[in-house]
């Protein structure tokens, strides 16, 4: 149980295109899921939360026009990275917290994005 | 503030030999401490996580840690270390109240042959 999927695993795009990433808990209901950033070989950075039926909220520094998350339903987050620039190429993660059992956020294979 | 350190950027260890992976945090209120492993291009797994109760924490793939709270330190630890355990290990940190998790630097194991 508890598996959270993303799509795509990875994804080339031009610069100046949007692309968008997709978070799915495939087995719960998710009523918190998180986006995390990861360059190479450094650590996973919260972008946002995103609660279901609500705005998402930011970290600071991460800026919301750029990294838009929609949050539908239980199940599905989106993460869509608008105009790209080389600069956000990166590994981002999805994470999903089960509202049953509480603290534990389980985590998305990662989609990596490379911007040309 | 919440923050946490994994001091040692990277751990070599041959085959067959014990690890310790260090973790400190420091926070003013209750925390949960997790630590989670990263393959190459992959997800993060979890490998154990401190919610309450017992200090020593066992995991998979037999690893454990200890949960210190004078020390303020989670450390990992395996008595025998596989090559298949070559990866990344992260800690973090969620403070009682939020859901949201600070994670450390991590810490780049790499068991030798």
């Known amino acids: 149980g508890a598996v959270v999927s993303q799509h795509p695993s990875w994804v080339i795009c031009k610069s100046g295109t949007s692309v968008k990433i997709e978070c799915r808990s495939l087995?719960?209901?998710?009523?918190?899921m998180f986006w995390y950033r990861q360059f190479p070989k450094q650590s996973l950075m919260l972008m946002a939360t995103?609660?279901?039926?609500?705005?998402?909220?930011?970290e600071q520094g991460v800026e919301k026009d750029k990294f838009l998350i929609n949050h539908a339903s239980l199940t599905l987050s989106t993460l869509t990275v608008t105009s790209a620039h080389p600069e956000d190429s990166s590994f981002y993660i999805c994470?999903?917290?089960?509202?049953?059992?509480?603290?534990?956020?389980?985590f998305g294979p990662g989609t990596r994005l490379t911007v040309t | 503030a919440q923050s946490v350190t994994q001091l040692d950027s990277q751990v070599p260890v041959f085959e067959e030999a014990p690890v310790e992976l260090r973790c400190n945090y420091s926070?003013?209120?209750?925390?949960?401490l997790f630590w989670y492993v990263q393959y190459p291009n992959q997800g993060l797994q979890l490998l154990l996580k401190?919610?309450?109760?017992?200090?020593l924490v066992k995991g998979i793939n037999g690893f454990e840690a200890e949960f210190n709270k004078s020390q303020t330190s989670f450390h990992l630890r395996k008595p025998s270390v596989h090559i298949s355990d070559t990866a990344e290990y992260f800690c973090?940190?969620?403070?009682?109240?939020?859901?949201?998790?600070?994670f450390g630097t991590g810490t780049r194991l790499k068991v030798l042959a």
């Open positions: 087995d719960f209901q998710a009523t918190t």
């Open positions: 401190y919610l309450s109760g017992s200090t």
């Open positions: 926070s003013s209120v209750s925390v949960y």
């Open positions: 994470s999903a917290r089960d509202r049953r059992i509480g603290y534990e956020q389980y």
């Open positions: 973090a940190v969620s403070e009682s109240g939020t859901y949201k998790y600070i």
């Open positions: 995103s609660n279901e039926g609500s705005k998402a909220t930011y």
